[in-house]
């Protein structure tokens, strides 16, 4: 069984960053790709971004092009995602989730996180 823990998450100025972390745990975390997606109050989660196992492949929603990057250190078990230049609009719990392959990530991720609060102030 894949358990999934974030970190990271917190309060900061808009213009600011953070970086969250996502700490695998019960198989091997290299045979899964894996992704992050936020839930902002009163709104629909979203897909945000993944990378494949090997991080051959990433994937990006518009919205965070150029501010966030993915990636992964299979060696630690642990996935990332560094989030510069923060706009209030980001404010969200932020998930991670694993799938077998980058293509499912999006659709039908097959573990999730418990979240991490993240909020930007104007």
């Known amino acids: 069984q894949v358990q999934l823990v974030e970190s990271g998450g917190g309060l900061v100025q808009a213009g600011g960053s953070l970086r969250l972390s996502c700490a695998v745990s019960?198989?091997?975390?290299?045979?899964?790709?894996m992704g992050w997606f936020r839930q902002a109050p009163d709104k629909e989660r979203e897909f945000v971004s993944a990378?494949?196992?090997?991080?051959?492949?990433?994937s990006y929603a518009d919205s965070v092009k150029g501010r966030f990057t993915i990636s992964r250190d299979n060696a630690k078990d642990t996935g990332y995602l560094q989030m510069n230049t923060l706009k209030p609009e980001d404010t969200a719990v932020y998930f991670c989730?694993?799938?077998?392959?980058?293509?499912?990530?999006?659709?039908?991720?097959?573990?999730w996180g418990q979240g991490t609060q993240v909020t930007v102030s104007s």
């Open positions: 019960g198989r091997t975390f290299s045979s899964y790709a």
């Open positions: 989730a694993a799938a077998p392959n980058i293509r499912l990530i999006r659709t039908k991720p097959t573990h």
């Open positions: 990378i494949s196992w090997g991080s051959s492949a990433t």
